[in-house]
């Protein structure tokens, strides 16, 4: 079973950083260079978790965010914000995220939190628990 995980962020640097670290440990990734695009993409595809950054042009993250519990309430969404205070990551989980980092992201704590919100995903839908998943090992 492969998880998918949906980037978006409006800075290519940010979005080409994730997906080849992501890929390297065999986790299938969309990208998004915005707002309207991920919504089109949960839409379109079955992503499991969404790295949704917080401040881009036109519609925000935390625009993004309530529409994507609205259209796939399972798919775990794990906000990213440059803001060293958290202000816009707390807001994110009052808004239904399951969790956000601060930018630069730290990929083992982003490993570490992909894990857990694939954990409540499953156990949610299926009854199984994210161990069994071998990339989120």
Do not use: C, W
């Not at 993250?61 to 906000?79: A, N, S, Y």
């Amino acid at each position: 079973m492969s998880v998918t995980v949906l980037i978006v962020d409006d800075e290519v640097k940010v979005r080409s950083y994730l997906s080849r670290l992501l890929l390297k440990r065999g986790f299938t990734v969309q990208v998004a260079a915005e707002g309207k695009a991920a919504l089109e993409q949960v839409v379109a595809y079955d992503v499991d978790v969404v790295l949704l950054d917080v401040l881009m042009p036109g519609l925000s993250g935390l625009d993004v965010l309530p529409e994507i519990k609205r259209l796939k309430p399972d798919t775990e969404v794990i906000m990213l914000t440059g803001n060293a205070s958290g202000r816009d990551g707390v807001e994110g989980l009052r808004r239904g995220a399951f969790d956000y980092l601060l930018k630069p992201v730290d990929m083992p704590q982003l490993l570490q939190r992909i894990h857990a919100a694939m954990d409540r995903r499953l156990v949610r839908q299926k009854g199984i628990s994210a161990l069994d998943i071998p990339e989120l090992r």
